[in-house]
């Protein structure tokens, strides 16, 4: 575990830069993690799909697959890969604060 | 109401009372986990105590763990093939119909010709439905052409007629995304293709290649190191995080949504799997991409007390797998019964899963994991564990007897249970993959 300082905070986070506590998550840490990970600008369709995300993490303990999050988000799945290129799922989870999705078996 | 079988000597009046103890249970699904189960219960409940009924659309039970042989000419689809009838006891009713939808509030099952169906338990082993459509021209032209899946027995005997053929270029198999059942089956095919092409003299004219939308061969570290070596060994070339988003069956293109693309003379594909149609018109009881939730260890939904699943058609974070359904349809037994006394449940599943992996060649490997631990290699009673070995080969071949004369008709098998056991295994440190 790393603790980085974003916007002036320090928040811990794992390997790959999940936040590994969502309550240090923030809307202006939310941005900056983006600008990070190559968005510039996070617009309504991002913020209803990082919304979403974390959200149903909060409530109930999982994050959706990028399946459930197409039909669930009303953000159909083509578009969610053009929101966020390098996968959906995990790059949301990462902007939204909330751990790995983790994969099926 | 369906008929409820041979009536009693004693008075009217007894009868009735005699209806109104018999408890009815109802098991939707008659594959591998419904037709287990209904058996199972059917040998823990005396005829006059318990009423039960398999419901399923059609009479064709498919031995599926068979499909992977049969593109390569290994298998015929008829010989993995029985009456789903002939394989439960008597004293079960089977009702040849399609559920039409299931109401939890009420505890009524309604089948397609409106028939209703009270019980007091229900279970739920519906198993997936493949849903080609659901992917960009998957299932449009070029459909069992040039693009095939080896998941049903036309798919597979088209895809045997295609390989037949098949005279070098470019072999893509792609799986479109998880959960899909048995998630080794893609690999295995890799394998097999890739032997049968050598037999064949093709090989050295054919690009194979596994397309993946896990960031590794497999889900698990370990196993997926391990799978990844024996692609690489066998030149077959490993292509991840690759989520199929569209398909041209007629120029031959697997395309991602992430913009990448893969040209194929040949796609072997496993399509997005989601739950039974009905799931959607039964309120309450599934999720969006119709699975049904359980308890992961009891295998009780949230939806009601009285409604259990297993096998495939849950939500569970195991394998979608044949061993699966039987370990839980073990510990589901119980647990109705111990329902209907009112009894604490039995939490005694976890996760068990075993699977065989054909690597070809006559080889086989051997993978046995549970919800908490991944596969790990070491023994298995005589079997070694994740490494080829011709008895692992011999063991899957063997299981075909076992499925249809052990396993559906509910005998106990000697070493394998719900719990998955630890001695013979050595842990390793999971390296970074
Ligand atoms: C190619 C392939 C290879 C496999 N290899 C292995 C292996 O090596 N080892 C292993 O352990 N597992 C293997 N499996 C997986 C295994 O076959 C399944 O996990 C297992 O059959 C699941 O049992 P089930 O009862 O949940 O579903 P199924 O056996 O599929 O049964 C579901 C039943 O429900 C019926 N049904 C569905 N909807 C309705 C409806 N609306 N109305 C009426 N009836 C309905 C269907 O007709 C079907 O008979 C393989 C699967 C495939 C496809």
Not at chain 2, 56 to 64: E, G, I, P
């Amino acid at each position: 575990m790393t603790t980085a300082t974003i916007s002036a905070t320090s928040v811990d986070r794992d390997a790959e830069g999940f936040l590994t506590d969502p309550q240090q998550w923030s809307e202006r840490l939310a941005e900056e993690i983006a600008r990070e990970n190559g968005i510039e600008e996070l617009t309504e369709r991002h913020w209803l799909v990082v919304r979403f995300m974390r959200d149903r993490y909060l409530t109930t303990g999982s994050a959706p697959s990028i399946r459930s999050l197409g039909k669930e988000s009303g953000v159909p799945v083509k578009e969610l890969y053009q929101l966020f290129p390098k996968g959906p799922a995990k790059l949301a989870a990462k902007i939204g604060g909330i751990p790995k999705p983790k994969g099926c078996i | 109401m369906p008929d409820r079988g041979p009536r009693s000597k004693l008075g009217v009046d007894a009868n009735k009372e005699a209806d109104m103890a018999k408890k009815q249970i109802v098991i939707l699904g008659g594959g591998t986990g419904g037709t287990m189960t209904a058996n199972r219960l059917r040998r823990r409940f005396e005829n006059d105590a318990a009423e039960i009924h398999v419901v399923d659309r059609d009479d064709r039970h498919v031995y599926q763990p068979g499909l992977l042989f049969v593109p390569f000419g290994l298998a015929h689809s008829d010989e993995i093939v029985r009456p789903r009838r002939r394989q439960l006891r008597s004293g079960i009713a089977f009702h040849q119909r399609g559920v039409e939808s299931v109401e939890t509030d009420t505890n009524r099952v309604v089948l397609d010709d409106g028939t209703v169906l009270p019980y007091d338990v229900l279970v739920v082993a519906t198993g997936v439905r493949l849903q080609p459509e659901e992917t960009e021209g998957l299932s449009g032209l070029g459909w069992n052409e040039r693009v095939f899946t080896f998941y049903t027995p036309e798919g597979a005997e088209a895809l045997r007629g295609a390989l037949d053929r098949f005279d070098g270029g470019r072999l893509v198999v792609n799986l479109v995304d998880m959960p899909i059942k048995c998630p080794v089956a893609p690999l295995e095919f890799a394998f097999l293709a890739d032997w049968y092409l050598r037999e064949r003299g093709v090989r050295t004219r054919t690009e194979l290649v596994y397309s993946t939308p896990l960031d590794g061969a497999f889900t698990k570290p370990i196993a997926s190191q391990r799978l990844g070596g024996l692609l690489t060994q066998k030149d077959i070339e490993l292509v991840t995080e690759f989520n199929a988003g569209e398909v041209d069956g007629v120029g031959g293109v697997l395309r991602a949504f992430d913009g990448r693309e893969l040209d194929f003379d040949l796609l072997v594909t496993v399509p997005l799997h989601g739950g039974a149609a009905y799931v959607e018109r039964s309120p309450g009881l599934g999720d969006v991409l119709g699975f049904v939730p359980a308890d992961k260890r009891t295998l009780q939904t949230p939806a009601k007390p009285n409604v259990f699943a297993l096998g495939d058609a849950t939500d569970l974070p195991t394998s979608k797998a044949g061993s699966v359904t039987h370990f839980e349809a073990e510990v589901l037994t119980e647990n109705v019964a111990r329902y209907f006394d009112g009894r604490d449940l039995d939490t005694s599943y976890d996760g068990h899963a075993n699977c065989f992996i054909e690597t070809g060649f006559h080889k086989a490997l051997l993978i046995d994991f549970n919800y908490e631990t991944e596969p790990l290699p070491g023994r298995f009673g005589p079997l070694p564990l994740l490494r080829e070995s011709r008895l692992n080969h011999m063991g899957k071949l063997l299981f075909q007897w076992v499925y249809w004369h052990a396993l559906l008709p509910g005998r106990e098998v000697p070493g394998l249970g719900p719990a998955m056991p630890t001695a013979g295994k050595r842990p390793v440190p999971v390296h970074a993959t």
